[in-house]
């Protein structure tokens, strides 16, 4: 597509419940990152991937959060047992490949409200 | 970690008038990038200074990096209510690329 598509671009869910974000990146971008973003703050670093393997998943804030991209292409950020305070709007970037001087795109995000 | 400062947090200025958005970092910056959200949206890029002292305009938007003071400005030139939304700077620190800090953005309203 023209640009980075994330879906669902809303979900309501039920504490402890699982949760799937799909990411589709801009065609041929190698380096995919996800990010989140709370109400009145900027957004915040989560994962980093370079082709199919995560570069960096420092920002995982603990063991519920999982992330994959297993052609390289479309990336699934999965949540476990979700909890009140994971409810934000996840966001997807990419770039054609890591490194300053490449235009990072970043995608509508999608909206998690955890009840 | 580095953190990035924006200032002001939020903005209101008639249509017509100029503005300036500051981000300073409290490291040093091997690369600033501007971004323009409208909310409920995502990012919506606008800039990317790789260099101190660089500067670059698109339509009414001029951004500069100050490496020294490790600071960069945003300014708007005759401001229209499509400029209204959350302005935010994101930086690396490492020149990595990937891991962008990013500010808490600056809330602009633009009145007719």
């Known amino acids: 597509g023209a640009g980075v598509s994330q879906t669902p671009s809303n979900k309501v869910t039920e504490k402890g419940k699982y949760v799937e974000l799909r990411c589709d990146p801009i065609?041929?971008?190698?380096?995919l990152y996800w990010y989140r973003q709370s109400l009145g703050q900027g957004p915040e670093f989560l994962i980093y991937?370079?082709?199919?393997?995560?570069?960096?998943d420092s920002g995982l804030p603990n063991d519920r959060f999982f992330a994959v991209r297993p052609e390289g292409s479309v990336s699934t950020l999965k949540i476990q047992r979700t909890e009140r305070g994971d409810s934000a709007v996840y966001l997807c970037?990419?770039?054609?490949?890591?490194?300053?001087?490449?235009?990072?795109?970043f995608g509508e995000g999608s909206w998690l409200t955890v009840v | 970690s580095q953190e990035l400062e924006q200032s002001p947090q939020s903005l209101i200025v008639q249509e017509g008038k100029n503005l300036t958005i500051n981000c300073t970092s409290s490291?040093?910056?091997?690369?600033l990038y501007w971004y323009k959200q409208k909310y409920g949206e995502g990012l919506i890029f606008l800039m990317m200074?790789?260099?101190?002292?660089e500067e670059k305009s698109h339509e009414k938007i001029t951004a500069k990096l100050d490496e020294k003071k490790q600071q960069s400005s945003l300014h708007i030139t005759a401001s229209q209510p499509s400029h209204a939304g959350i302005y935010l700077c994101?930086?690396?620190?490492?020149?990595?690329?990937?891991?962008?800090?990013f500010g808490k953005g600056t809330s602009l309203l633009v009145t007719p």
């Open positions: 065609s041929g971008h190698t380096a």
């Open positions: 970037a990419s770039s054609l490949s890591p490194g300053i001087g490449n235009t990072i795109y």
């Open positions: 991937f370079q082709g199919t393997g995560a570069a960096d």
């Open positions: 490291k040093t910056l091997y690369g």
């Open positions: 200074l790789q260099k101190g002292g």
């Open positions: 994101g930086a690396d620190s490492g020149n990595s690329g990937y891991a962008l800090n």
